[in-house]
């Protein structure tokens, strides 16, 4: 195991759980990145924590600005513009690794996003923080966390079926314009049972919308090699 430089400390604290928390599992998340391409090197492995950091990042970014909405923080706005800059960039990356990982920079790839949450917990974050801390929010840890599972080397397709099996099920009632429920059905069904076209759904309504190749190594430079 290789020994974690980038570590979360407290002067990385904004003053509320929830979101100091969030920022943890996001250098975890991170350190994990590295230690698989340091050690492993397992395209599997990889692209996995790379899902992960995004779901985590998407999950916490829509956190933090519901938290910052419900104060009426002035520089919302702004804020949400950079959640929404790094998202598209994961979101490229994730592309590229899929697609043609032989152009991503595992170097570049992991400074760049040290750097990137380093400096918008120092900088952005840090502006909001003098707004909430200690408000309704400040000791909240549990009750809208919902922490994601460890990343691990995405199962076989019998073995994801059999998961699904095993795994808790719930029902989801939406209201649809009429001439669209043979669409939500035929995606609730390959929700259910295919886990390839699962993922593909996910990127078509992902709001950051689905990229290119061409689109995706434009949008990533920054980590190419
Ligand atoms: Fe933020």
């Given at each position: 195991m290789t020994d974690n430089k980038f570590k979360w400390s407290s002067k990385y604290t904004v003053g509320v759980k929830i979101l100091d928390y969030d920022h943890q599992e996001l250098f975890a998340t991170i350190n994990e990145l590295r230690q698989a391409m340091e050690e492993s090197n397992e395209t599997n492995v990889i692209g996995s924590l790379i899902s992960r950091l995004q779901k985590y990042a998407m999950e916490h970014f829509q956190r933090?600005?519901?938290?910052?909405?419900?104060?009426?923080?002035?520089?919302l706005a702004a804020h949400r513009r950079k959640h929404l800059g790094f998202m598209r960039l994961v979101y490229a990356i994730r592309h590229i690794h899929k697609n043609c990982p032989e152009k991503l920079s595992y170097k570049k790839?992991?400074?760049?996003?040290?750097?990137w949450l380093t400096h918008h917990i120092m900088v952005e974050d840090m502006q909001y923080s003098d707004t909430i801390r200690g408000g309704a929010y400040g000791n909240r840890t549990t009750d809208i966390i919902k922490p994601l599972s460890p990343a691990e080397t995405p199962p076989?397709?019998?073995?994801?079926?059999?998961?699904r099996k095993q795994s808790d099920w719930t029902a989801v009632t939406v209201h649809v314009p009429a001439h669209t429920v043979d669409i939500i059905e035929r995606c609730a069904r390959t929700l259910q049972i295919d886990e390839a076209k699962t993922e593909l759904l996910d990127d078509l309504t992902n709001p950051i919308g689905a990229v290119n190749n061409a689109e995706a190594l434009d949008m990533a430079k920054i980590v190419l090699k």
């Open positions: 933090e600005e519901h938290i910052l909405s419900e104060y009426g923080f002035s520089s790839l992991l400074r760049f996003l040290e750097r076989s397709k019998k073995n994801a079926r059999e998961k």
